[in-house]
């Protein structure tokens, strides 16, 4: 919600309950279909021996389900649902809207749970039975071919990182490892200006293969593994030609 801004409050103030309904996947599905004017059905809401009873009853255009039952003939959905009311729980549940322009609204907080449950009818099992056998069936299927293909498909895109290298090894060309002590004077080089390279920027430098220049940095260097400086590597203090800050100021203090 703070991605979207600010949240529209004013249904706090209105005290506006709401009821936060469970329906079945078919009643959503046939919602969808209803007309402009938006009207799915009715609920209506009476009691009994002293209980509250709640039904919903769905439009009567709305019921066709279209040619699903095969042989069975098109099949309909229940037009009655019985709500089971439940509790709460002591929850606190609210219902928000978005708007066109992405507003975020607050329409009410929820003061009553509620499952939409379908009557039991042979109607009702005949949809379950048909349910039931779109949802084991495979989603793919194997097919024997009449003949063999014989056309070879290649692909004609290629990625950018692909160009990028290819280019990138044109350019600089197959590394060719260099003389140690040559390579030493360009890595002596490199840290007398900065204390701490990772071995990307060594390569990038020295022009020299992975494996080689890692080989000679166990030698005179040391590996930091954690710390500030973690994944770079420095000189061993034997092979340093220069001295920090702080050792300089403690020398003169001597």
Known sequence: ????????LAGAKQSKGVWLVKVPKYL????DKATEKGEVGKISIGTKQGKSQVCFSLNEE????GAVGEKDGPLQVPRDHPFTM??????T????SLGVRDEISLEGMVVHKAECRPVVTDNYMKLKKVQMKESLKPQRLSQQLERAITTAFKPVANHNFNVEY??????????????????LDM????????????????????????TYLKEIMRDIGTYNSKGAHKSTWELKPEYRHYQSADEGEDMQTA
């Open 1 to 8: 919600m703070s991605e979207r801004g600010e949240v529209n």
């Open 28 to 31: 959503a599905q046939q919602w």
């Open 62 to 65: 709305l019921t066709a389900l």
């Open 86 to 91: 439940n509790s709460v729980g002591g929850q």
């Open 93 to 96: 549940l609210a219902v928000f």
């Open 166 to 183: 290819e280019k990138k090894k044109k350019s600089e060309g197959k590394m060719v490892r260099a003389e140690r002590q040559v390579v």
């Open 187 to 210: 890595l002596f080089a490199a840290f007398e200006k900065h204390q701490y390279y990772n071995i990307k920027d060594l390569v990038d430098i020295t022009k020299q293969p992975v």
